[in-house]
């Protein structure tokens, strides 16, 4: 297809570990985001957006397939323990766009590969030996992408990392700045094009910028973005009820500085990006999407990091700004990993270009006000082995409604137990009536069975006597 120059543009922006509640547009964390708020005041901020299964490497790969983790065969975080990754052969987002007439560009982080030898020219081996840096060479395995400015997977926000368009794997480049302000370095250059430079300036674009940050390690921010929150105290920081800090209060009041300073950097950033789309001209024509692959629990339910059921976890902020196409405002649309591929296909006159192995769902007339076709309901995928609390379980699946969040868990001796969390009588998910609403868990669990048939999910076949690898 031969696409006209005046078709929309698309700038994605997505964060590592960046929960919802984390923007001050969403009126939940006591977090300073004066320039993201701004821009979903011109936005659809979208309430219940979910990270399916939030980790790092199955959302990406759901984003970039449309698939779920069972056929794009990503369930789990891609490094030299697992032999997995998204394969070549798959059909992504940033190749169908590039088929249909779009300059496309990449740049930070990927993590969609298992890394291959030699591997002293990225991360390399952390203390355990595992390798999770990887590099991805020209051709099928960057769907399409011709601008690069990415790397695998490496936590080093000071000293990052990145391998350009057509450099070699002993030859990465070396920045020496936090990573965020590098990264929005070259993309406002790639969004600006100084005398063509950097794509084809008779084309559309398709630009993706993958910050690292917040993921952890916390530690590593401009010192100099602490300044909002250094003197709050814990319990102004962390607000939620949920919080469970007893024995590491001080801890987790850094841990809340850090994080909130991380974001306050990216909201620095972000404008940047904005600003640089505003002086190319070309605001009204371009799709602007801010949004996260999965969140971060900071101590609520005692718990860190991601890939549990919780709101913190599992809600991600979604921004999509589309002038004259998408109205201002909030919606409560239960978007999933999967369905952006196909959505933002729909938005630009692509959706007869959809391969049929999406399995997403293409929601871009309900973005522009279609009422009637809205899911009911989001999978939650837990795909492998893990404690939680005092229950070894090995597998979980649910799903998330907007009233209700359902988790049924397999337990390490191959019994069940149900969770049911009611949003609208207990937003933070502190406590489990399951047992007290039989009629309900019975309609989720027909509704989770539903999902594990539609997304061709294994699990109710699954063996039960070990973790998998």
Known sequence: MNMRKDQPNIVFVFCDQLRQSALGCYRQDPVWTPHIDAFAKESLMLTHAVSNQPVCSPYRAMLFSGQYPFSNGVWANCNTSRDHELSDDTQCFSDTLSENGYATGYIGKLHLHKPRPPYEHGEGPRGDGIVWDAYT??????????????????????????????????????????????ETDVATKYIQNLNG?????????????????????????????????????????????????????????????????????????????????????????????????????????????????????????????????????????????????????????????????????DYSAQLMGTPEGRPDSAYFIWPHWRHHETKPYRACRGVRTHRYTYVLGRCDDGSEEQILHDSQEDPFQMRNVADDNPGTVSDLRGMTNEWIEKTNDPWLDADLTAPPA
């Open 137 to 182: 060479p020209p051709g099928p395995s960057r769907h399409g992408f011709d601008f690069w400015h990415s790397y695998g997977c490496c936590d080093e926000h000071m000293q990052p990392h990145y391998w350009t368009t057509d450099s070699p794997v002993s030859e990465p480049l070396d920045p020496n700045e936090w990573s965020v302000i590098h």
């Open 197 to 361: 430079t950097q794509r084809d300036p008779d084309k559309p674009y398709f630009l993706m910028v993958s910050y690292n940050p917040p993921h952890p390690p916390l530690d590593q921010v401009p010192s100099h973005l602490t300044e909002p929150f250094v003197d709050k105290s814990l319990r102004e920081l962390l607000t939620r009820p949920n919080i469970q800090v007893e024995g590491i209060e001080e801890q987790a009041r850094t841990n809340a500085v850090l994080y909130f300073a991380a974001i306050y950097g990216i909201d620095q950033q972000f404008a940047r990006i904005l600003a640089a789309i505003d002086e190319s001209g070309q605001s009204d024509n371009t799709i602007v999407i801010f949004t996260s692959d999965h969140g971060e629990l900071l101590h609520s339910h005692g718990l860190r990091q991601k890939n549990y059921w919780y709101d913190e976890s599992m809600l991600v902020p979604f921004l999509i700004r589309y002038p004259g196409k998408i109205q201002p405002g909030e919606d409560d649309l239960l978007l999933g990993a999967p369905d952006i591929f196909p959505t933002v296909a729909g938005l630009v006159g692509l959706s007869e270009a959809i391969p049929e192995s999406v399995e997403g769902q």
